[in-house]
């Protein structure tokens, strides 16, 4: 799921156990899942089983997979995988990793796979909680700086750069450093500063949003058109919610405010991110965000849900909200067609809002 690999390996590495970073997600992915996956189940299981079957490809001795109590079809992913890999006599490399149990449930599952140390353990955590917030610092640097630069390209090999020097920082001191370096590398892109961009805002399902092949490389096609893209749902504000202890927790959390902004359309939580969808469209029209975009899996019923209040929304919303439903038959021109379509809204849009801004000033 995107980068989150990155905490994980650092993690690992630090109970002494070696990481196997599938390759990336691809067409590949895709297919092996496609082969042993339920017709109707949604993107994001595909995903995962497609990487633990190229993962156990390449001889790996466990996949781990995390465990949900809430109202959505991920609680079931786990005991369905499982299933999946015990017919193909993979059975006993399955691993399961109560992440909602919060830190202790991460505790929990770093003491099972290795000798444990409780200091190490706890080292470990504190590791990949700290590259999981510094990759999302990173990504917000990268995302402003492809929007601006001059040759297109430039800001994503600056931006691999700094990523192998976040992967290599083994402990506190090192990522500290490490993300000094990686801030300089990123800004070594040339960029037009007086370039006047589009600010959007990704909503929706947070595998989908982190995920760039899933999502159709949805960041990238945007700063190509000289938008600077900002994820709503992060890894990062998700550790924070579930994982860091309270008493360690700074302002208000990604989760604490879709419970407050959200109360006026959505009264529970409904499952999935629906709940944070609702209230990242009213939070990024509070601010005078340019847009947002709400990405989710086909038939992912949370999401389904938050899109039909979506509509309720503009009574109060004047935030442009563009909706994109993913799965592996998402046909890539009409993709490109619909974001191109709803940049030059965005544009003209902001266009006519200064230019009447311009005439109150004259009168």
Known sequence: MGNVYIGWAAALKKMGVEPLVPPRTSKKTLELANKYSPESICLPYKMVLGNFLQAIEKDVDYVAMISSPGICR???????????????????????????DGFNGMYRFLSEISDGNPVAI?????????????????????????????????AEKHYNKALALIIDAGNTKELKQAEKEAIEEIKKTPIDENREVIHVEITGEIFLVQEPFSNQYIEKELGRM??????????????????IPK??????????????????????????????????????NERGVDGIIHVSPFTCMPEIMSQ??????????????LT???DEQTGRAGYITRLEAFVDLMKRRKFYKKKKEQEALTK
Request: include cysteine.
């Open 308 to 321: 039909n209040i979506f509509p309720t929304m503009r009574e109060n919303c004047e935030i442009p909200i």
């Open 247 to 284: 008493a360690f927790k700074k302002g208000e959390t990604h989760l604490e405010r879709a419970y407050r902004m959200a109360r006026p359309y959505l009264m529970r939580d409904i499952g999935g991110d629906a709940l944070e969808s609702v209230s990242d469209v009213a939070y990024a």
């Open 122 to 154: 706890v080292k470990a955590i504190n590791i990949a909680i700290r590259k999981m917030f510094v990759l999302d610092r990173i990504e917000n640097l990268f995302s402003y700086y492809r929007a601006r630069e001059i040759n297109f390209g430039t």
């Open 226 to 243: 000289g938008v600077q893209t900002r994820r709503t749902l992060t890894v990062s504000s998700f550790v924070k919610d579930a994982i």
């Open 324 to 326: 994109l439903i993913m």
């Open 74 to 100: 991920l609680g079931e992913y786990g005991q369905s995988i499982k299933h999946v890999l015990t017919e193909m006599g993979h059975g006993d490399k399955y691993l399961e990793l109560q992440l909602y």
